[in-house]
């Protein structure tokens, strides 16, 4: 029998837990060429602001041990442009798609969830918390529990789409935070978003990064991301969807154990186009060889 990899985020129901990652994975229609991109639970786009941004000058990445660290500035092409051309050409592929969003102010996230917001074959909005804050002296909305529940609830009165918080993961109590998300309405939080890391050359004297410092993804991440999920699956009662440092099936039943409703695959797309639909395949071959009915079996059952 085939193992039933349905997940529920909500009253969103996912027809497996893999996801791609936003900023990781284009505006899906990249990776058409790889694999049938519909078979992915949902595909989220690249973070898209009101007005189409170009983000920072070169270089924008840099390899280390284990991981990679970016600072691209979040360059998109901007909400019109991608409900005009790109939404159509993922429906046309039959792909679920979530868009994650961003602003400078919280006018500017209200704007761009509302914009998206009309497009039907929208799935989720997933917000980008993870951003500075121009009207608080750039400090990231998502740092304190006071500033997430501000942007979530204002994106909540923005749009009806099922609402996804992503919490950055440089904060002291990373639980509080999700907490105040779940309480000013979020339907799910994912985490974590990358860490804020730095690269120098020792022999030119200068950063590697022209934004100087750049956020760290990759296997490098994916102890801490593992913690902060499962310390988070203890304290809300939403879905969490996982992210950080996920490369392989393993990987990502790891995070479905410690109580992870989906997970989002980043960084492993750039080694392997093909990364998230291995994952998928071998969740399935696991259910499988365990003669589990569904992942319903598996998820949350950590052995303390
Ligand atoms: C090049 C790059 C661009 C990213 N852009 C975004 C973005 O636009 N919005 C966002 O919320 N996260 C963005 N992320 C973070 C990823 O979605 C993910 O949370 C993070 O990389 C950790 O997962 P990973 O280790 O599997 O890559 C980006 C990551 C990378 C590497």
Not at 91 to 99: K, L, V, W
Not at 220 to 249: D, H, S, Y
Request: with cysteine; aromatic share 6%; proline share 6%.
């Amino acid at each position: 029998m085939k193992p039933d990899l349905s997940v529920s985020l909500g009253t969103l129901r996912l027809k497996n837990p893999v996801m791609s990652a936003s900023g990781t994975f284009g505006y899906g229609l990249e990776f058409a060429p790889f694999y049938d991109i519909s078979r992915l639970g949902a595909i989220v786009v690249k973070g898209l602001s009101i007005a189409p941004t170009p983000g920072n000058p070169p270089g924008r990445i840099v390899e280390t041990s284990s991981g990679m660290l970016n600072a691209i500035g979040l360059q998109n092409i901007g909400a019109e442009r991608f409900v005009a051309d790109v939404a159509p050409r993922l429906s046309e592929a039959g792909a679920t798609f979530a868009a994650n969003i961003y602003g400078r102010t919280v006018e500017e996230y209200e704007a761009v969830a509302a914009r998206l917001s009309e497009l039907s074959s929208l799935a989720a909005i997933e917000v980008n918390a993870s951003c500075p804050n121009v009207k608080e002296g750039g400090m990231a909305f998502g740092a304190t529990p006071g500033g997430i529940a501000l942007l979530t609830a204002r994106v909540r009165k923005a749009t009806g789409k099922p609402l996804w918080v992503k919490l950055s993961p440089n904060v002291a109590d990373i639980a509080s935070v999700a907490a105040a998300a779940e309480g000013a309405g979020a339907d799910a939080v994912s985490l974590i978003n990358t860490l804020v890391g730095m690269a120098v050359d020792h022999r030119t004297r200068r950063p590697k990064l022209s934004n100087v410092t750049g956020g760290l993804s990759g296997p490098a991440i994916k102890p801490v991301a593992l913690r902060m999920v499962w310390e988070v699956c203890r304290r809300v009662n939403i879905p969490v969807i996982g992210i950080g440092g996920i490369q392989t099936a393993a990987d990502a039943l790891e995070f479905l154990l410690v109580g992870a409703s989906a997970v989002q695959v980043g960084t492993a797309n750039f080694r392997n186009p093909r990364a998230c639909v291995e994952i998928l395949e071998g969740i399935e071959a696991f259910l499988r060889e365990e003669r589990l009915p569904g992942i319903a079996s598996f998820r949350g059952k950590l052995r303390l």
